[in-house]
């Protein structure tokens, strides 16, 4: 964990927090250069237009503040602490937790993005480069991403399963009782009413279980505090070519500050919005940018499971990732 702040009051509530994981803090002055770290945290009232900016694409990073009347130079959310103590150190947690997978996140810029497809296909693909990986669907208001890729009449475990069973499972056990697609553990919401399912304790048993874990991920739970994202080594924003997923990347982009943040596009590009314009819009990498498909929908409304084109753009993208974010 490493801090940038000359103030005492500072430096003392960020180390209170971060004792709490029994970890040590490096403190470095004003002006410093970004140290290796799994965990940066800048003081957003004292960084200057001169200071060297600390965020890297593929490190964590958070503002942080003693004064509610203080804001981030770049408007992005402040950690105020005390009041922030506890979420502190979840994300002090969370990057500190050894864990077996790699975890990557997919949301939407809008709806009808294809987020939940690409998270499918991915997850597919780790498999076929004989990975063991898990797709997690964290909408546990729909009807469950189980249903997308016509695995909801598999055995196994679904969320609303979890509850009843909250501290009764192993890592192992959790990845063997859950349905099997493609060679891809799946855990899935269903049409049963689920309350305050186990979704920490799930994570954190499939993430030690497993090589890769894809997380479906709503664009609402879409924020480095929220459960989801915070367990993400990167998160993969798609988007359409259109002024309506612009302006939805631009608020993930903004939302997600401080985590590796990846983008692919989708064409087609009906206004002449191209994939270039879109990244340079939000602000974020572009990862890949996928041709449109033909039939693609009405494939899947037929029972075409996602990524059974294995030459379609849509696998192809999702084999690109994998090579990509070095998931092998």
Do not use: K, N, Y
């Not at 497809?117 to 991915?122: D, G, P």
């Not at 063991?132 to 909801?152: K, N, R, S, T, Y």
């Not at 994939?275 to 990498?285: H, I, N, S, Y």
């Amino acid at each position: 964990m490493a801090l940038r702040s000359s103030d005492p009051a500072m430096v003392d509530a960020v180390r209170s927090v971060v004792a709490l994981a029994d970890l040590p803090l490096s403190v470095h002055p004003a002006g410093a250069r970004p140290p290796e770290a799994a965990l940066v945290l800048d003081s957003a009232s004292e960084v200057g237009p001169a200071d060297p900016d600390w965020r890297r694409p593929g490190r964590r990073f958070a503002w942080v503040a003693v004064d509610h009347a203080v804001t981030a130079p770049d408007g992005a959310r402040c950690l105020v602490l005390p009041d922030t103590a506890e979420e502190l150190l979840t994300r002090v947690r969370a990057v500190t937790t050894t864990r077996r997978a790699r975890v990557v996140g997919v949301v939407g810029a809008r709806g009808g993005a294809g987020a939940s497809t690409l998270a499918a296909v991915l997850a597919r693909a780790c498999a076929d480069a004989g990975l063991a990986p898990g797709l997690v669907d964290l909408d546990l208001d729909g009807g469950g991403i189980d249903v997308l890729v016509g695995a909801e009449h598999e055995a196994g475990l679904r969320w609303s399963d979890l509850v009843e069973e909250r501290s009764g499972f192993t890592p192992a056990d959790l990845a063997a009782a859950l349905p099997r697609w493609r060679g891809v553990r799946l855990l899935s919401a269903d049409l049963r009413t689920t309350t305050a399912p186990p979704v920490e304790h799930a994570l954190a048993a499939l993430a030690d279980a497993l090589d890769v874990v894809v997380l479906d991920l709503p664009r609402a739970a879409a924020r480095p505090g929220e459960i989801g994202t915070r367990w993400c080594d990167t998160v993969v924003v798609v988007a359409t070519c259109d002024l309506t997923a612009v302006g939805g990347a631009q608020h993930l982009a903004h939302a997600l500050t401080g985590l590796d943040r990846r983008l692919v596009t989708r064409g087609p590009a009906p206004g002449g919005i191209g994939p270039e314009d879109v990244a340079a819009a939000a602000g974020l990498p572009l990862l890949h940018a996928m041709v449109p498909e033909r039939g693609l929908a009405s494939a899947l409304e037929r029972g075409v499971a996602p990524g059974d084109r294995r030459r379609g753009p849509l696998a192809r993208c999702a084999r690109r990732l994998v090579a990509e974010l070095d998931l092998r």
